[in-house]
């Protein structure tokens, strides 16, 4: 069953905030909520993650609502290069289980 | 972050015969890696479960006998896929947990996958 809930794409123009939206409205309460994309012909890269308050970091923002319901990954400018698929996944934290991706957001950023 | 590595980054083989994916952590020690496969258009597809020393889990579909997994050491893992067909095409990505991380610590890697076609 799937755990989360994306729009399947998005578009963006460069240099604007792109907002990403994910539903996970059975989160548990020991369950994480983390941001991975994956560009074109590559791994997944690891964006940023959190359990229940705000997260910034060097490449995005995590909001997540105090219900922790949902959330949403927020790139302050992007670029041409942001451009990928972006998985919401919730795991719980330390279980050392696999991440199980979902079919996530496809965000294209043009020019 | 820490830098998981795979090898070959794209292997073309024909029919029949074996390929040998490795996967390795350059700069942690993952006592637990994970096998990825991810066909065109679609999102990746868990495999199996590679723990240090035992014996892979591999997830109900996937063939244990096709898809051979060793994890010798903390920090190789490799998938070795058995006379390769066809439909074995695809991309293949490995991951790698940390032992050490966890909770606010993102404790999974992943490498830059491996293109397979099978010919």
């Known amino acids: ?111 | 972050g820490a830098v998981v590595s795979q090898h070959p980054s794209w292997v073309i083989c024909k029919s029949g015969t074996s390929v040998k994916i490795e996967c390795r952590s350059l700069d942690f020690q993952a006592t637990t890696m994970f096998w990825y496969r991810q066909f065109p258009k679609q999102s990746l597809m868990l495999m199996a479960t590679s723990n240090e020393g035992s014996k892979a889990t591999y997830e109900q579909g996937v063939e244990k006998d096709k898809f051979l997994i060793n994890h010798a050491s903390l920090t190789l893992s490799t998938l070795t896929v058995t006379s390769a067909h066809p439909e074995d095409s695809s991309f293949y990505i490995c991951s790698a947990r940390d032992r050490l991380g966890g909770g606010t610590y993102n404790e999974q890697f992943f490498g830059p996958g491996t293109r397979l076609t099978v010919l």
């Open chain 1, 1 to 111: 069953d799937a755990k989360t809930t994306q729009p399947p794409s998005m578009d963006c123009a460069e240099g604007r905030a792109a907002n990403l939206p994910c539903n996970h409205s059975t989160i548990s309460g020991n369950e994480y909520v983390y941001w991975y994309r994956q560009i074109h012909s590559q791994g997944p890269q690891y964006i940023i993650h959190g359990l229940k308050n705000n997260e910034t970091n060097e490449m995005a923002s995590l909001i997540i609502t105090e219900d922790r319901k949902s959330s949403t990954l927020i790139l302050p400018h992007a670029t041409l290069r942001d451009t990928a698929v972006y998985y919401c996944i919730v795991r719980v934290g330390q279980a050392g289980t696999a991440l199980i991706f979902g079919k996530g957001t496809t965000l294209s950023v043009s020019s």
